[in-house]
């Protein structure tokens, strides 16, 4: 595996159900990010782990809750989630701050 | 706050047919600003950073530029696989300071 890996491609869920996101990157780098990608609007950035520490992100409804057990792997751990949440997520990495961004091929996700 | 605008939204050129896609940015103290490629259903795709005002990176058709208030990513002589979203967005400060634009989409047609 090369670059930043993502799985599952694709979900659909409940709005009971519990899931998890799973990112790996392969490329050696400190910092991990989540976004969320809607129609017509901007990438929305969601979380950042910098050397597996994590970095706040306030507006991130609690539904939504990050895991980062090393460099090379995050978690996207969902429950309880509105059909608004319906988008695709993107994880990405970069070596460190003010770095370009390495993106994986995003989860693309349903809330029923 | 930061903010990022890209014009036009959507963009179709003949093929050989040169043009440019406008980045207008607003942002205190730019650290990096980066241009993506996004194919449907796929990951953005890293192009470029340019870290200050007067900068040029060139790859294959394209050059993106920077002044203090803008950028332009410049397409000359487009195929039809340079079809794709172009996104543009700025950094300030720490990780969690990127800001991105709505892309322009861009048709290239044979």
């Known amino acids: 595996e090369t670059g930043v890996t993502q799985t599952p491609r694709h979900l659909v869920m409940g709005m009971t159900n519990k899931k998890s996101l799973k990112c790996e990157q392969h490329l050696g780098h400190n910092a991990m990010y989540w976004y969320k990608q809607s129609a017509k609007k901007p990438l929305e950035l969601m979380f950042v782990y910098s050397l597996e520490e994590r970095v706040e992100n306030n507006s991130v409804p609690s539904r939504f809750s990050p895991e980062c057990p090393n460099s090379s792997h995050l978690f996207l751990h969902l429950h309880t989630l509105q059909p608004e949440d319906s988008a695709l997520y993107l994880c990405?990495?970069?070596?460190?701050?003010?770095?370009?961004?390495?993106f994986g091929p995003g989860t693309r996700l349903t809330v029923l | 706050e930061d903010q990022v605008t890209q014009s036009p939204e959507a963009l179709r050129l003949q093929e050989g047919e040169s043009s440019s896609l406008n980045c207008s940015y607003t942002?205190?103290?730019?650290?990096?600003l980066f241009w993506y490629r996004q194919d449907p259903g796929k990951g953005p795709e890293f192009l470029f950073t340019l870290y200050s005002a007067g900068e040029e990176k060139e790859k294959e058709r394209l050059k993106a530029t920077l002044t203090k208030k803008e950028s332009f990513l410049h397409i000359t002589a487009p195929k039809p696989e340079d079809s794709a979203t172009y996104l543009c967005a700025v950094q300030n400060g720490g990780y969690q300071k990127v800001t991105f634009g709505t892309g322009t989409k861009l048709q290239v047609i044979p």
């Open positions: 990405a990495s970069s070596q460190a701050e003010g770095h370009e961004q390495f």
């Open positions: 942002v205190s103290g730019l650290r990096g």
